[in-house]
């Protein structure tokens, strides 16, 4: 593929906060359902001898609690996403980076790389952001406002589907 993307793109703590919760929503899930089903769980064990309406109010509350406890994980994980990001001085620098059919370069004022598309674990998209993973713990992250146009972030997609393998990308539903 003859294509080149060039993009240039400086992360804010929006685009941080984004890749942290996208990639602990199913574990904020998880805690969610679980806490439930422990606290319902408990109550049955605890007194088994409910009424109908007391057990739809317990339930009800359970539901409340477990709501509440999504919303307090998703704050504390944005809360320190924020920690990470405002103490990371290389994260903010403005990154430019160049996409080809074989390769990805990436320049910054402090750091320069390429790697092989070969070299790549996993490519995924969230709402806002493209997620070049390198690893299960490392990312280059690229926010989709930095591409020029559309156009640029469809042949960005092309890229990487020409690249990669069909299970090493996962495109966003609603783009």
């Known amino acids: 593929m003859d294509h080149e993307i060039i993009v240039e793109a400086t992360l804010e703590l929006k685009d941080v906060q984004?890749?942290?919760?996208?990639?602990?929503?199913?574990?904020?899930?998880?805690l969610a359902v679980i806490f439930f089903v422990v606290f319902i769980g408990i109550v049955l064990l605890v007194d088994g001898k409910r009424t109908g309406t007391e057990f739809v109010i317990i339930v009800l509350l359970d539901m409340l609690v477990s709501?509440?406890?999504?919303f307090v994980n998703r704050w504390n994980?944005?809360?320190?996403?924020?920690?990470a990001f405002v103490s990371d001085k290389l994260i903010r620098q403005l990154y430019r980076f160049v996409f080809t059919g074989r390769d990805i370069h990436y320049s910054s004022e402090s750091e320069t790389g390429n790697m092989l598309w070969t070299d790549i674990y996993e490519v995924r998209?969230?709402?806002?952001?493209?997620?070049?993973?390198?690893?299960?713990?490392?990312?280059?992250?690229?926010?989709?406002?930095?591409?020029?146009?559309?156009?640029?972030?469809?042949?960005?997609?092309q890229i990487v589907e020409t690249s990669l393998e069909t299970g090493q990308y996962h495109w966003s539903r609603a783009r």
């Open 77 to 83: 994980i944005r809360q320190k996403s924020m920690k």
């Open 67 to 70: 709501v509440i406890l999504w």
């Open 125 to 157: 998209e969230s709402p806002n952001l493209f997620l070049i993973l390198l690893s299960t713990s490392r990312s280059l992250i690229v926010p989709k406002e930095s591409f020029a146009s559309e156009k640029d972030r469809t042949t960005f997609r």
């Open 18 to 30: 984004e890749l942290n919760l996208f990639f602990t929503r199913t574990s904020r899930a998880m």
